[in-house]
């Protein structure tokens, strides 16, 4: 019973530490990409 409970705190870390270095990145990705879309929608509105 130990030696799961280790193995599900490990399996927790992992998920939160990839969460953490991960996450971020992904906001900030789809925000370029919005931010993109929209300068995109705007240029093309001039023409």
């Given at each position: 019973m130990q030696c799961r409970a280790r193995e599900?705190?490990?399996?927790?870390t992992r998920i939160?530490?990839?969460s953490i270095i991960f996450f971020p990145r992904a906001i900030c990705y789809n925000l370029e990409i919005f931010i993109?879309?929209?300068m995109?929608?705007?240029?093309?509105n001039e023409k």
């Open positions: 599900i705190i490990l399996e927790t939160a530490l990839f993109y879309k929209i995109w929608r705007d240029f093309f």
